[in-house]
Nanobody
Framework: VQLQASGGGLVQPGGSLRLSCVAS????????LGWYRQAPGKERELVAT???????RYADFVKGRATISKNNANNTVYLLMSSLKPEDTAVYYC???????????WGQGTQVTVSS
């Protein structure tokens, strides 16, 4: 499985951003897609996930401000974030959890910077 993330950039506080991640390869082995983030000096943390049955899960810090969705036709998972805060600044990674080894794949990350 290969994951290609895009959509990051510089956004003003209060703004919105949509991240995209295209999956390719053995996509039938994927059961969950998700977004994680890592800020400088901090550990990587979960932002949101969506399962093959469209069950979604959000971290408390983005509830009400983020929507994860996927388009099975083009194998893409999206993360729409609004009301962005400076503390949302991080590298955002997409991840695929699979039924077979190695059980997880990571995309290359896309930088999101929230600043005026």
């Amino acid at each position: 499985v290969q994951l290609q993330a895009s959509g990051g950039g510089l956004v003003q506080p209060g703004g919105s951003l949509r991240l995209s991640c295209v999956a390719s390869g053995d996509i039938t082995s994927i059961h969950t897609l998700g977004w994680y983030r890592q800020a400088p000096g901090k550990e990587r943390e979960l932002v949101a996930t969506i399962s093959s049955r469209d069950i979604t899960r959000y971290a408390d810090f983005v509830k009400g401000r983020a929507t994860i969705s996927k388009n099975n036709a083009n194998n893409t998972v999206y993360l729409l974030m609004s009301s962005l805060k400076p503390e949302d600044t991080a590298v955002y990674y997409c991840k695929a959890d699979t039924w077979s080894l190695p059980y997880e794949y990571w995309g290359q990350g896309t930088q999101v910077t929230v600043s005026s």
